[in-house]
């Protein structure tokens, strides 16, 4: 059974900095592309950051391009999503996700397994 375990969410002030980890279990995660979602109150989930297998190719939202940096560790079956200088605006419940390939886009449909999200609120 896959799952995904997202950590680190919390309560902060703007300009702070949290560190997200998405911890999964059920399969083979080193194989798969990763993405962050995240959504806020009446608003849809929306693409923050994806990166391939490896680690590499990674690929941001203008939003957070500069301020969030993801990143793996295959070998602890686990993601993360350094966020620095933290905005009201990020204030949302952000997700996990891993796709079924390697390689990914940024679409929400390209992703199969999500975690439950993260609650982060930051404030001005």
């Known amino acids: 059974q896959v799952q995904l375990v997202e950590s680190g969410g919390g309560l902060v002030q703007a300009g702070d900095s949290l560190r997200l980890a998405c911890a999964a279990s059920?399969?083979?995660?080193?194989?798969?592309?990763m993405a962050w979602f995240r959504q806020a109150p009446g608003k849809e989930r929306e693409f923050v950051s994806r990166?391939?297998?490896?680690?590499?190719?990674?690929v941001y939202d203008d939003s957070v391009k500069g301020r969030f940096t993801i990143s793996r560790d295959n070998d602890k079956n686990t993601g993360y999503l350094q966020m620095n200088d933290l905005k009201p605006e990020d204030t949302a419940v952000y997700y996990c996700?891993?796709?079924?390939?390697?390689?990914?886009?940024?679409?929400?449909?390209?992703?199969?397994?999500w975690g439950r999200g993260t609650q982060v609120t930051v404030s001005s």
């Open positions: 996700a891993v796709a079924d390939a390697p390689f990914s886009d940024s679409r929400r449909e390209s992703y199969h397994y």
């Open positions: 059920g399969y083979t995660f080193g194989n798969s592309a």
């Open positions: 990166c391939s297998w490896s680690g590499r190719s990674a």
